[in-house]
């Protein structure tokens, strides 16, 4: 059943305040497919301009499209593209595309731990605005590069931790990503929690320097926290639902996300 629950790590991987890790620990079975239909909404509140925090509020509602296939057992390949409202700036943001890779798995007695890589490329795919507080994005070409630790027992219970850099082209700033994920995939249930921390080298600040700003040159960090439920309906059907909140950060918005989603599986056998 991995195969048919774990793909909600990318869920999300619309926004950079939406994220919660490129990669994850489970993979699919070659030939094994996943479509995700999901969306949901920022209620921000604050704004943290550099580090000062602003009474600055901003909604957000949004989709996105996934795509996950397994091209091996040990390989995969997955393809995100969101569609998000912000005041009056709608349109479709940034495409993903990214490969997973397992280098390395060890079977214990009575769980098993596995080493992954991965890469991906982002780019925005629309020319939407650059200026304001309610921008969706930085119009950001992205290289990213991802290393994965997944421990997982055989009662269900798993911890992953991964990192790696994302090389933004032009004046945005590069970043350091790291999430930590703890929890448990049932037969029919998957749940977890989550910590998503990113670190930009430099860049400039909100307010920071006398206008007017390049949007594009924000270095943007937070500490975010997180949890997703998954449930299976039938054995190609299941829905989950995700919440998230930033607790503290630089140039980003702070308030909760929600977000729920349907998930659609094309299996080659019936493991």
């Not at 509140?45 to 550099?50: L, M, S, T, V």
């Not at 996950?68 to 969101?82: E, K, R």
């Not at 290289?143 to 994302?166: C, D, M, P």
Request: proline share 3%.
């Amino acid at each position: 059943m991995k195969n048919l629950l774990l793909i909600l790590t990318l869920l999300l991987s619309t926004f950079m305040s939406f994220s919660q890790g490129r990669i994850d620990g489970f993979y699919k079975e070659k030939g094994d497919v996943s479509f995700v239909l999901g969306g949901g909404f920022e209620d921000s509140k604050d704004y943290f301009a550099g580090t000062d925090k602003k009474e600055l509020s901003r909604d957000i509602y949004y989709t996105n499209l996934y795509f996950a296939y397994g091209i091996l057992n040990d390989f995969d390949v997955s393809v995100s593209l969101p569609f998000i409202v912000s005041k009056n700036e709608r349109s479709f943001q940034d495409i993903s595309i990214f490969l997973k890779y397992r280098l390395y798995k060890k079977q214990f007695a009575n769980s098993k731990l596995q080493f992954s890589i991965g890469g991906g490329f982002s780019t925005n795919v629309s020319d939407y605005n650059l200026g304001t507080l309610y921008d969706i994005g930085q119009q950001a070409s992205i290289f990213e590069s991802r290393a994965l630790v997944h421990y997982k027992h055989n009662s269900g219970w798993f911890s992953t931790f991964q990192s790696g850099f994302s090389y933004k082209l032009e004046e945005v700033p590069n970043s350091f990503p790291l999430v930590f994920k703890v929890g448990r995939a049932l037969p029919n249930w998957y749940y977890e929690a989550f910590y998503d921390y990113q670190y930009s080298f430099g860049g400039i600040d909100y307010l920071g320097t006398p206008p007017p700003q390049n949007f594009k040159e924000f270095g943007v960090n937070y500490h975010k926290v997180g949890a997703t439920l998954y449930r299976t309906f039938t054995k190609n059907i299941g829905v989950y639902i995700t919440y998230s909140y930033i607790l503290k950060g630089r140039n980003v918005f702070q308030g909760p996300t929600y977000g729920l989603g349907l998930v659609y599986n094309l299996k080659t056998n019936n493991n």
